[in-house]
């Protein structure tokens, strides 16, 4: 388990990362989100001991980072592009590690071969495309067995297929009762990947909830409707005690009602139909509501967003 108390980073007048309290939990993918300049990076530094708090505390386990007996067996990371050396092959630099943190020399093999990195191990790092290279920093990250892992960002710069194992070795690792932490500014991702989800903007949290609440409040379904005749449309759904609004281009979306309820009632009355389309309002915009929301938030108020007040902006937002 990650715990955050009041956790707070200033870098002479900016505020990085402001009073974050959550804790991240074993047996599943957490995800932390928010977008670039959020404070992400900052946070997942200072929960390893390389950044130091101006104000709070984080604990891994309970205890400080520098602190901790044998780090890498606790927790381990990946951050930013890790400093490989060019020459060495990625069996040496593992090796290194390993000798340099008391882990037996077997563990190499077995990282090597989780990443799928077996066949290739003997080869310089400097030859390795970015994959490669994010899965050398996987390894690195697994070599001491940690119970706690995190990851900056992992499926950067990753082709499909890289992003597909990615996303199946952290629910595996999840599943395996460990502590997953990921970064992401992509909500897409996340929602494929993460069970639970901490979102912050401008070092803030804004979110710290399960991902099936955060799908269920944000997944809105309506319907978009086009006639010709919008006034007597809106006049025939309104007598069925339909409510529509109209959404400025000549659209309007009905909430509450299916397409093939609004089809038939457009039929009896021989109205002409354009447009007749269920829409699912997609995570992407809620999170980007979310996160926009923030910025004009902090603006005006020094008080955290809620939880709730996401959920709810979303659909006043809407209305
Ligand atoms: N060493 C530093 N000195 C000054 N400002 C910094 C430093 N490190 C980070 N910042 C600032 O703190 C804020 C948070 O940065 P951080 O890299 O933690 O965000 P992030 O959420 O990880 O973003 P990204 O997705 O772009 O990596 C940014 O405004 C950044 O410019």
């Given at each position: 388990m990650i715990e955050l108390e009041g956790l707070t980073k200033r870098y002479g007048e900016k505020?990085?990362?402001?009073?974050l309290t959550f804790a991240v939990r074993p047996g599943i993918v957490t995800g932390f989100l928010g977008p670039n300049g959020a404070g992400k990076s900052t946070t997942m530094r200072m929960i390893l001991g390389l950044d130091r708090p101006t104000a709070g505390d984080v604990r891994i386990d309970g205890t400080h980072y520098d602190r901790l007996k044998d780090p890498l067996t606790s927790i381990g990371a990946l951050l930013e592009a890790k400093g490989v050396h060019p020459g060495r092959s990625a069996y040496h630099h593992l090796l290194c590690l390993a000798q340099s943190n008391g882990i037996p020399a077997r563990r190499v093999h077995e990282v090597l071969d989780t990443v799928g990195l077996s066949a290739v191990a003997?080869?310089?790092?400097?030859?390795?495309?970015l994959g490669m290279g994010q899965r050398l920093g996987i390894a690195a990250a697994l070599l001491g067995d940690p119970r706690i892992l995190m990851f900056d960002e992992?499926?950067?710069?990753?082709d499909p297929e890289g992003i597909h194992w990615i996303r199946t070795l952290m629910k595996s690792l999840a599943a395996q009762g460990r502590t997953v932490f990921v970064s992401s500014h992509l909500m897409s991702e996340m929602a494929l990947t993460a069970d639970h989800l901490v979102v912050i903007g401008q070092g803030r949290l804004l979110a710290d909830t399960s991902m099936a609440e955060f799908i269920q409040r944000n997944s809105r379904s309506y319907v978009r409707v086009r006639s010709p005749e919008r006034e007597r449309l809106l006049d025939v759904l309104h007598g069925a005690g339909i409510t529509a609004v109209e959404n400025g281009n000549g659209t309007l979306e009905v909430d509450g009602s299916k397409a093939e309820h609004i089809g038939e009632l457009a039929a009896r009355h021989q109205l002409v139909l354009h447009e007749l389309s269920p829409q699912q309002a997609s995570l992407e915009e809620a999170f980007m509501r979310l996160t926009a929301e923030s910025v004009e938030y902090h603006a005006h108020s020094d008080t955290p967003a809620s939880a709730e007040r996401w959920g709810d902006g979303w659909k006043e937002g809407r209305a």
């Open positions: 505020v990085a990362v402001n009073n003997r080869k310089k790092a400097k030859g390795f495309s992992p499926v950067n710069g990753l």
